[in-house]
């Protein structure tokens, strides 16, 4: 085999040196396609392998030493982008936004890159997916002196040019709308393909470093959430983005999984809406003015990376036809609910075996923290039950009107972090008392297990035989 060709499989990303009918890296089957080795580079890293004479002798340093200006940001002046990116766009950064199509990446990237401009930030939009005139439309869209209609945008998909025009205009922020429709002319595969966004996003990134452009892949993700492909580029960037929500409902969550400048616990909300996306500050205050006093429902006082949000649960258990009755969850991971409804049977008594279990967290919002357990395992008991379990607009004075904790597996109620918080957004948005796991502290009407909660809120008086489990 020619030195001059390499094997990339087109699934995992994973280069070989020789061909192999099935990947070693990902097990996939004819996924290794050849393709032409990029030159050696002849300075810097790859000359000191030839002679490790030749190399000059460099001394470490203390940490202490080391001169470390304070990162520079660039406010997008939306508050929820600003914020889960850490503060603002850092120059220099390459941050990868991932979403599934029509979520709002392209409407979220528009709005950041006017704002940005109209602050007098140099930008560029290239848009390698739509057309300038489908891109001012949407600009359009978000009002007529919106000032993302004064962006300067460039539709093209050919990766030199892009790169020569990012050289001349020098813009400090670029929005690349997506990576997986450029096309880099030294590379062989169809564009999207890995070999294409690894060698496309490298590229990108070598010129935003060097000239300090701070730049925004945009990236398509598949049905099961991943970034198309490109595992590859999660390494690359310095932030990975994810937008989220579904399509037909209103509410979206931005969250990050990587950020080499700030936190990975930050999500944003946002709701997407005739003039664009708008950030939902009051997102507690609407779900609980929303949530429903009926069985089944519960407000659940949870985390958002830092911030306490009230969601409420509702939850429908109903006999079943099928041999193998359905366990639907919307908002929530589905195993988790499985192991909620194992420790309802063991632990409480309540059994939901052969009924249909349905839940979902209201809003389109996602609830990714051990904290839910709790509001899922008393919405079930609740709907089961036929009886209001704890509410907003709650019973008696004192009644429990939300709840958190994680549940182990021994029926415990396990503490969860930030009760501090949570308690006081329940309480700043009036509901009373919160059935918290032990050493939540405040106003907490604390419960040691799954039993002592649930006879908290559905108090023995209401109960009435488990029907749908029957
Ligand atoms: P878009 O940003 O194009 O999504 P993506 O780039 O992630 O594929 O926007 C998707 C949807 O948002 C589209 O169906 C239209 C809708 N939308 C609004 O509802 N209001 C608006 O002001 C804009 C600009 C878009
Ligand atoms: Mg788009």
């Not at 979520?103 to 109209?118: E, F, P, R």
């Not at 109903?318 to 632990?347: C, F, K, M, T």
Request: net charge neutral; proline share 6%; hydrophobic share 40%.
């Amino acid at each position: 085999m020619p030195r001059s060709t390499i094997h990339s499989c087109s699934e995992c990303g994973l280069q070989s040196a020789q061909w192999h009918g099935q990947c070693p890296g990902c097990g996939a089957w004819n996924t290794l396609v050849a393709q032409a080795r990029p030159p050696a580079r002849t300075e810097g890293r790859s000359a000191g392998a030839r002679g490790r004479g030749a190399r000059p002798r460099l001394s470490s340093r203390p940490l202490r030493e080391v001169g470390a200006a304070p990162v520079r940001r660039l406010s997008t002046q939306i508050g929820e982008l600003d914020r889960v990116l850490g503060g603002g766009l850092v120059p220099g950064s390459l941050v990868l936004l991932g979403g599934s199509p029509g979520i709002g990446k392209s409407t979220l990237t528009n709005m950041a890159l006017g704002n940005l401009h109209a602050a007098g930030v140099r930008t560029l939009y290239v848009s390698g997916e739509e057309s300038a005139e489908q891109v001012r439309l949407r600009a359009e869209r978000l009002g007529p002196d919106a000032s993302a209609l004064e962006v300067p945008v460039l539709a093209e998909t050919d990766l030199d040019a892009i790169l020569q025009t990012i050289e001349a205009e020098a813009p400090e922020v670029c929005v690349v709308d997506s990576v997986q429709t450029l096309n880099a002319a030294e590379c062989s595969g169809a564009p999207g393909s890995v070999g294409q966004v690894r060698e496309v996003a490298a590229q990108i990134m070598a010129l935003a470093k060097a000239r300090g452009v701070a730049v925004i892949l945009v990236g398509h993700v598949t049905k099961d959430g991943a970034l198309a492909g490109p595992r590859v580029l999660e390494h690359l960037v310095d932030c990975v983005l994810q937008f989220e929500g579904e399509r037909e409902r209103p509410y979206r969550e931005l969250r990050v999984s990587k950020n080499r400048f700030g936190s990975t616990n930050e999500a944003g909300l946002f709701e997407m809406r005739q003039g664009g996306l708008v950030e939902v500050l009051d997102a507690s205050a609407r779900f609980v003015a929303e949530a429903t006093r009926s069985p089944g429902s519960v407000v659940l006082a949870t985390m958002e990376g830092s911030r306490p949000l009230l969601v409420e649960v509702q939850a429908l258990v109903a006999p079943s036809e099928l041999e193998q009755p359905r366990r639907v969850v919307s908002g929530l991971d589905r195993n988790r609910l499985a192991l909620v409804l194992a420790i309802l049977h063991r632990h409480a008594g309540v059994g939901t075996g052969g009924a249909d279990v349905f839940v979902n967290v209201v809003g389109g919002v996602r609830v990714d923290e051990p904290g839910c357990d709790l509001a899922v395992a008393l919405a079930v008991a609740g709907a089961i039950r036929g009886v209001p379990t704890i509410s907003p607009a709650g019973g008696a004075d004192g009644a429990p009107r939300a709840c958190f904790g994680e549940l182990g597996l021994t029926g415990e109620l396990r503490w969860v972090g930030h009760p501090e918080r949570r308690l006081a957004e329940a309480a700043k948005h009036g509901l009373g008392a919160v059935i918290a796991p032990p050493g939540s502290g405040g106003q907490a009407c604390e419960a040691r297990t799954l039993r002592e909660a649930l006879s908290a809120a559905l108090p023995g008086g209401q109960r009435r035989p488990a029907r749908a489990a029957a």
